[in-house]
């Protein structure tokens, strides 16, 4: 036999049977524990013989093991004894009804996020009692189901050729979720009379925030895969809660590089709402010039109590390019780049490279300086290569144009150059990265083509109103 | 080029983009509660105060100053929510009641959507009449160049234009003090009540509610705070801008009424077009009236059908998660797309009714928005109060209490108003 589908809304409000087969009450609630593709129901909430409408209190949380079978019509009990002790949400389970149903989920293989219509579930035996989460549907059909017209749904898709399809995203797509919402933060505010009277004056977290580490449940590791761009896109849709629960949830690498993805308010605001300690492996992670960008954006306190996590080398080179303002090229640059004196030849050059395995990023060129640092040529990779290899950096860099000279010479901007500036160099020169000097000619820092291209484009647009609002 | 060393001559570029930095500091400062609320005194707004000016005279003041702190407070309670979610009010009525509530918020927020936009196109027929232009060119003209502007244009330039073109209401003001209202009894009206038991006046009492007051700036005004990314730390700022907005809209509807009540009522003219409701504006502009309030009511329409449609297709796809945003192609986005072009073609198309009464319309259009509004702020007040959605940011007691004040004040309103229609029916009098 074929594994039976049920959806969430055919059988939340159908009774629950005793062993006799008479009505105890009304299914409420479905407990999931999570993991897996197909994640199993564990257990159920039942408001006895329709008592109250306070849910939340009234219902009664059984054990998934007293089912005995489930159908459209209901579910039926393998116990007459009923534990009434109170439920508590446990790591790992999250409630359909509460958690999932109505809420907004990220579709890791639609790239996008979707609100949940209905959540499809599947009975792997015939009784049904082997009940386990499928997908979500995120399609008009489920829609349609919520509101009871399923029915015209059937006459429709039988007497017209219009198709109204099930959309059922498969639950092993789902990126994770942010569960359990701000309940224990907003015990944390002023107490009755906060908002109009009292104002928000209840200090940093007084709104609702993720509960820092707990209330996540990470369903995959499908997020992982994404490219950072497709994580960063979704993430920036979601409310902050959300968004940080979801960056907090992944580990810091990947974090990092959603992270420089988001624009830089947007990822200080995240940096702030994590635990002190996420947050700092965060920043560990984070390209100097992203961290720098993001930290900008902080209040001071904050961001020197996170720079203070950082190693000195690399808190000294965040600040450095924090005293920057971001429309200039001090502020675009990163520091991350090679470096090398012109007296090494090329074949200990590539030596060098492959000890030093800089990112792919970084590598398009090294820069050949003097001992006191003074830019005296840039070195593209393929000039590098192509060289015999006892010919020395500095005799290969004097044969390209604009590549080599005197201090001043080089193909380079000032760190005070404004964004216009390092725009039209890098398209001028066609360059990958374009070497920053301070003011006595010393390389101090690259901007890619990518930050530069990134400075060009008009500002993102919001959300709401997408490029209308902001 | 290369940069020569130790330069410190500050090019030309950089100049102008720090004057437009400030420039734009400045219109950033101008921020989503001063929109909202200026945005409110639409064609509907505009056509509703002039009405109950020329129809009442002060006698609805009292109303207004109670309404101003109604608007205050729902903009407020919006925007907060918006501050502490960072999700729509679509979203949020979504995720607290379900697919089928959210179905009976929507449909009422579009039926009140559709009237304001209806009223909107409305505007713009009665602003070309009065330059002599017919009502089947303005209002083809208008949707086109409303459609042009917002996906082809940005619509933040949309909202700065006219902005900045809305500076033609303070006109109102000064009219009012030119023609010499007199304040004592003005005054008298505005901390005196008075109310009748009669259809005709429950009808603008509650178009003046339902205009100042309007489900969709309940949605829009959170949904900009979310946009702008406006969290719980910023909120403060926002507040105060907010409550400021509230107060400057009701200040210009408010010198709407004094104008109209001090030109038309004392004279006993009756509103039945914006020929009329120009005369307002004579003594101080004189034959220039017509033309000011023709450019005013123009610049008001044209902002409220570039906002309204809009706003109704985001709030809907939002509560059904369906794809939205302008910046979505039609295949991406359909039923965004479609949404959007319905409003603006629906609102287009009834105003092209030949003959259709155009103040009466816009002033019922109002009326729909003041009955539908209960319903959006029942739902709004219930989550803004829910400490598990809002944590430390839920309502206060006496927010609390103005808002449902004014939802329960707005069903008293609806049913009193089905009272007074129905009871001459079977000759019952009331009052």
Not at chain 1, 256 to 267: F, I, Y
């Amino acid at each position: 036999m074929a594994p039976a589908i049920l959806y969430l809304s055919q059988i939340v409000g159908k009774p629950v049977y005793d062993p006799e087969n008479r009505p105890l009450g009304l299914l409420d609630e479905l407990v999931v524990r999570l993991g897996g593709p197909f994640p199993p129901v564990t257990g159920l909430a039942v408001r006895l013989g329709g008592i109250g409408k306070s849910v939340a209190s009234r219902a009664t949380f059984l054990h998934w093991a007293d089912v005995a079978a489930v159908s459209a019509d209901g579910i039926r009990l393998s116990t007459a004894r009923v534990n009434v002790a109170p439920f508590h949400r446990r790591q790992g389970e999250i409630l359909l009804q509460e958690d999932l149903l109505d809420q907004q989920v990220m579709d890791t293989h639609g790239r996008k996020l979707v609100r949940v219509n209905d959540v499809q579930l599947v009975a792997f035996n015939p009784s049904g009692s082997d009940l386990r989460l499928a997908g979500i549907d995120v399609g008009l059909r489920g829609l349609l189901r919520r509101l009871e017209a399923e029915r015209l749904c059937r006459w429709l898709t039988s007497h017209t050729s219009l198709d109204i399809p099930d959309r059922v995203v498969p639950w092993e797509e789902i990126g994770p979720l942010a569960v359990g919402g701000p309940e224990a933060e907003g015990e944390a505010g002023t107490g009755p009379g906060a908002g109009l009277g009292a104002g928000p004056g209840t200090g940093p977290g007084a709104g609702p925030r993720a509960k820092p580490g707990g209330g996540m449940h990470l369903a995959h590791e499908k997020l992982a895969v994404l490219h950072p761009a497709d994580v960063a896109d979704m993430v920036a849709q979601m409310s902050a809660p959300e968004r940080v629960a979801v960056i907090g949830s992944m580990d810091a690498e990947k974090a990092a590089e959603a992270l420089g993805e988001l624009d830089p308010e947007m990822s200080a605001d995240v940096l702030e709402d994590l635990p002190t300690e996420s947050a700092a492996e965060i920043l560990a992670e984070l390209p100097p010039d992203e961290a720098a960008d993001a930290l900008a954006e902080l209040p001071s306190e904050k961001a020197d109590e996170l720079l203070d996590t950082l190693d000195a080398k690399d808190a000294a080179a965040v600040r450095h390019l924090m005293s920057f303002d971001e429309d200039e090229a001090g502020g675009m640059m990163t520091t991350e780049y090679v470096a090398l004196p012109g007296d090494l030849t090329a074949q200990q050059t590539i030596d060098r490279l492959r000890r030093l395995a800089p990112p792919a990023e970084e590598i398009h060129y090294v820069y050949v300086v003097d001992s006191r640092s003074t830019l005296i040529g840039i070195l593209p990779l393929r000039d590098l290569i192509v060289s015999p290899p006892d010919t020395k950096l500095s005799a290969i860099v004097a044969g390209i144009a604009g590549g080599a000279g005197g201090p001043g010479e080089v193909v380079h901007i000032t760190a005070q150059a404004p964004k216009d500036e390092v725009i039209r160099t890098i398209d001028k020169y066609n360059l990958l990265a374009l070497p920053v000097t301070d003011d006595s000619g010393r390389l101090i820092g690259v901007i890619t083509v990518d930050d530069a291209l990134a400075a060009a484009l008009p500002p993102e647009p919001g959300r709401w109103l997408r490029g209308v609002v902001r | 080029m290369t940069t020569k060393l130790g330069t410190k001559v500050t090019p030309f570029s950089t100049r102008l983009a720090n004057w437009r930095r400030s420039l734009g500091l400045a219109l950033a400062i101008i921020g989503p509660g001063i929109i909202t609320a200026n945005a409110d005194n639409d064609a509907g707004g505009i056509s509703t105060y002039s009405v109950a000016g020329a129809r009442y005279g002060y006698s609805l003041l009292w109303m207004l100053v109670l309404i101003t702190f109604s608007l205050a407070v729902t903009q407020e309670m919006g925007a907060r929510m918006g501050a502490a979610t960072g999700k729509g009010l679509a979203a949020l009525i979504r995720e607290r009641y379900g697919v089928k509530w959210t179905f009976f918020a929507m449909v009422c927020t579009l039926v009140a959507n559709l009237a304001t936009t209806v009223a909107e196109f409305a505007g713009i027929a009665a602003a070309g009449e009065l330059f002599g232009v017919p009502r089947w060119l303005s209002v083809p003209l208008a949707a086109a160049l409303v459609w042009i502007l917002v996906v082809k244009w940005s619509y933040r330039s949309v909202e700065r234009v006219f902005l900045i073109l809305s500076a033609v209401y303070i006109v109102y003001p000064l009219s009012g003090l030119v023609v010499g209202a007199p304040w004592g009894e003005v005054f008298r009206n505005m901390v005196v009540p008075s109310f009748h038991l009669d259809a005709a006046y429950i009808m603008v009492f509650i178009a003046t509610v339902g205009t100042t007051i309007t489900p969709w700036g309940q949605f829009f005004i959170q949904a900009y705070v979310v946009d702008k990314g406006i969290g719980p730390r910023e909120y403060k700022a926002t507040r105060v801008d907010v409550l400021v907005g509230a107060f400057v809209t009701d200040f210009m509807s408010f010198f709407m009424i004094v104008a109209t009540a001090s030109t038309l009522h004392v004279r006993g003219i009756q509103i039945t077009g914006a020929a009329e409701a120009a005369i307002a504006l004579e003594p101080l502009a004189g034959s220039m009236a017509r033309i000011l309030f023709g450019i005013g009511l123009a610049n008001a329409s044209l902002l409220g059908a570039s906002i309204l449609p809009l706003a109704t297709a985001y709030t809907v796809c939002e509560a059904f998660g369906w794809e939205a945003g302008l910046d979505r192609s039609r295949r991406e986005a359909p039923i965004f797309h479609g949404l959007y072009a319905f409003a603006v073609l629906f609102g287009a198309a009834v105003a092209l009714i030949p003959h259709l009464p155009l103040v009466p319309v816009m002033l019922l259009s109002q009326d729909v928005n003041g009955i539908l509004l209960a319903v959006v702020l029942i739902f709004a007040i219930r989550i803004a109060s829910d400490r598990r959605v809002m944590g430390g940011l839920a309502n206060g007691r006496v927010g609390n209490g103005v808002a449902w004040a004014t939802a329960v004040g707005l069903i008293v309103l609806t049913v009193l108003l089905l009272g007074s229609s129905v009871a001459p029916l079977f000759g019952v009098r009331l009052g």
